[in-house]
């Protein structure tokens, strides 16, 4: 295993909710949209074969292929035929100015703020996650 698939395995972990109502190809990219933006995958990075992905997620690999087929549409990755799928370009992350950057702001410091106050990691998780919850309550399950 090169370096490079060593990085974007340890960097790229799916997680598949299948309660959110989300399509699970769509939440895999998404996940590599965000890890653009984050800067954890850059150009030139090797995504995790359909095989892998579907191994420690326990979807159809057809479903990854579906996602990076959607990710090549949109310009981030390219299938190079028997290589692998890798990046293209990277996202901006998102900074000030950007539309989201007040509320960024805000959870940072509200961030800081619960560790202040003396709640650990656990608490501060089981706390956004509640508070998340009800805000973005699952779609029922059909």
Request: glycine share 8%; proline share 6%; aromatic share 6%.
């Amino acid at each position: 295993m090169s370096v490079i698939e060593r990085k974007v395995m340890s960097v790229v972990v799916f997680r598949i909710d299948r309660r959110s109502g989300v399509a699970t190809y769509l939440q895999i990219v998404r996940q590599v949209e965000q890890a653009l933006r984050m800067g954890a995958l850059e150009e030139g990075d090797k995504l995790p074969t359909a095989a892998q992905v579907a191994a420690a997620t326990k979807v159809n690999p057809n479903t990854t292929l579906k996602a990076y087929r959607e990710l090549e549409r949109a310009g981030l990755a390219e299938v190079r035929q028997g290589a692998g799928t890798f990046i293209t370009r990277t996202l901006p992350e998102p900074g000030p100015g950007g539309p989201d950057w007040p509320l960024r702001t805000a959870l940072n410091e509200w961030l800081h703020q619960a560790r202040d106050e003396g709640l650990g990691r656990e608490d501060v998780q089981a706390l956004f996650r509640a508070s998340f919850e009800a805000a973005y309550p699952a779609a029922p399950e059909s």
